[in-house]
C-alpha cells in the first residue's frame, strides 16, 4: 500500500473514532510503528491531526486550512453528487468560474467527461486547470496570481484583479462554512477575497456545499447569503434547515447519489 493511500484510511479511522494508537496502526497496516509515526507527522503537518503519546487525536482546529488530498476525501460521493447536478446548470458557450473547492473540482472532473462545448472556464484552481488543460472545445482560463501550495490555488491582488476583466455568466464555489446570520465563509482571508470577487462579477452564482457545511462558521466572511443564487447540496442535509435558505429567496436543489448511478 502507498504512504497516500494508507494515510488517507488513517484519516477515515480518526473521522470514526476521533483518535489512532500507533500500535494499533502497525497491525492493521502491516508495517513499522516509525512508518506510523511518519504517516502521523505528515498529517499533522497537513492540520488534520495532533499528535499524543502512542497515537494521535483529530484537528479541532477548525480555521485551519487542511491540505488539498484530505480535503478531497472528505464526503467525496456526496460532493460527486452535487458536482453532477451543478453540471446540469451549464449551457454550450458559457463562460464559468470555478473556485479551489473540493467540489468545484468534481464539476471539473465530470465537464472532462462530459464536454459542454464552447464553454469557457476561469478558475484560480491549479487542479481544475489541470484536469481541463487538454479537452477539446473547452478554453480555460487561469487568473494568475501566487500559488498557495495548501490549497493548491491561486490568490493575490493578481488574482483578484485578473477576475474584473471577465464577464462571467454562472460561477460555482464551495465555502468552509455557511450560515443564514453569517452568511458564506472561508477558512482565510484571502481565499474569501478572491471568492468574493468572483460572487462580484457573476450573474449567477451556485454555492455548492455538502451537508456537514451547514450551521459551521469560519474566520472569513465572503460574502452573506443572499449572495447566492442557487443552493445545491446533498441528500443528507436537514429539510428544515434548507427551508430557511429557500426562506430567503435562494433557489434550492438536492441531488441524491442514487439519482446519478
Same mark, same amino acid.
Given at each position: 500500500?502507498?504512504?497516500?493511500?494508507?494515510? /488517507?484510511?488513517?484519516? &477515515? +479511522?480518526?473521522? &470514526?473514532?476521533? !483518535?489512532?494508537?500507533?500500535?494499533?496502526?502497525?497491525?492493521?497496516?502491516?508495517?513499522?510503528?516509525?512508518?506510523?509515526?511518519?504517516?502521523?507527522?505528515?498529517?499533522?503537518?497537513?492540520?488534520?491531526?495532533?499528535?499524543?503519546?502512542?497515537?494521535?487525536?483529530?484537528?479541532?482546529?477548525?480555521?485551519?486550512?487542511?491540505?488539498?488530498?484530505?480535503? =478531497?476525501?472528505?464526503?467525496?460521493?456526496? +460532493?460527486?453528487?452535487?458536482? /453532477?447536478?451543478?453540471?446540469?446548470?451549464?449551457?454550450?458557450?458559457?463562460?464559468?468560474?470555478?473556485?479551489?473547492?473540493?467540489?468545484?473540482?468534481?464539476?471539473?472532473? @465530470?465537464?472532462?467527461?462530459? *464536454?459542454?462545448?464552447?464553454?469557457?472556464?476561469?478558475?484560480?484552481? @491549479? +487542479?481544475?486547470?489541470?484536469?481541463?488543460?487538454?479537452? *477539446?472545445?473547452?478554453?480555460?482560463?487561469?487568473?494568475?496570481?501566487?500559488?498557495?501550495?495548501?490549497?493548491? !490555488?491561486?490568490?493575490? *491582488?493578481?488574482?483578484? =484583479?485578473?477576475?474584473?476583466?471577465? =464577464?462571467?455568466?454562472?460561477?460555482?464555489?464551495?465555502?468552509?462554512?455557511?450560515?443564514?446570520? &453569517?452568511?458564506?465563509?472561508?477558512?482565510?482571508?484571502?481565499?474569501?477575497?478572491?471568492?468574493?470577487?468572483?460572487? /462580484?462579477?457573476? +450573474?449567477?452564482?451556485?454555492?455548492?456545499?455538502?451537508?456537514?457545511?451547514?450551521?459551521?462558521?469560519?474566520?472569513?466572511?465572503?460574502?452573506?447569503? =443572499?449572495?447566492?443564487?442557487?443552493?445545491?447540496?446533498?441528500?443528507?442535509?436537514?429539510?428544515?434547515? @434548507?427551508?430557511?435558505?429557500?426562506?430567503?429567496?435562494? /433557489?434550492?436543489?438536492?441531488?441524491?447519489?442514487?439519482?446519478? &448511478?
Amino acid at each position: 500500500m502507498l504512504a497516500e493511500e494508507r494515510r /488517507k484510511k488513517i484519516v &477515515e +479511522k480518526l473521522d &470514526e473514532g476521533g !483518535s489512532v494508537r500507533v500500535s494499533q496502526l502497525a497491525g492493521i497496516f502491516q508495517v513499522t510503528e516509525e512508518t506510523i509515526r511518519r504517516d502521523l507527522e505528515q498529517l499533522e503537518k497537513d492540520g488534520y491531526l495532533t499528535r499524543t503519546h502512542g497515537g494521535a487525536v483529530k484537528s479541532t482546529l477548525d480555521q485551519q486550512e487542511i491540505a488539498f488530498y484530505i480535503r =478531497n476525501m472528505r464526503n467525496r460521493e456526496e +460532493k460527486q453528487a452535487i458536482g /453532477k447536478k451543478a453540471l446540469e446548470f451549464i449551457e454550450p458557450g458559457e463562460v464559468i468560474a470555478l473556485d479551489a473547492s473540493t467540489t468545484a473540482l468534481q464539476v471539473a472532473r @465530470l465537464l472532462r467527461e462530459n *464536454p459542454i462545448k464552447d464553454v469557457v472556464v476561469i478558475t484560480h484552481a @491549479l +487542479k481544475v486547470i489541470m484536469t481541463l488543460a487538454d479537452v *477539446p472545445d473547452l478554453t480555460v482560463i487561469s487568473t494568475g496570481g501566487v500559488l498557495q501550495q495548501r490549497t493548491m !490555488s491561486f490568490v493575490g *491582488p493578481l488574482a483578484e =484583479n485578473s477576475l474584473s476583466t471577465y =464577464n462571467i455568466k454562472k460561477a460555482f464555489i464551495s465555502c468552509k462554512g455557511i450560515t443564514l446570520e &453569517e452568511g458564506i465563509m472561508e477558512s482565510t482571508d484571502l481565499q474569501a477575497r478572491i471568492k468574493e470577487q468572483i460572487i /462580484k462579477v457573476a +450573474k449567477e452564482v451556485y454555492v455548492l456545499v455538502d451537508h456537514e457545511k451547514f450551521g459551521q462558521t469560519a474566520l472569513a466572511t465572503v460574502g452573506p447569503i =443572499n449572495a447566492a443564487s442557487w443552493l445545491i447540496t446533498d441528500g443528507e442535509a436537514a429539510e428544515h434547515e @434548507l427551508e430557511g435558505y429557500r426562506a430567503r429567496g435562494i /433557489k434550492v436543489v438536492v441531488s441524491t447519489q442514487s439519482e446519478h &448511478e
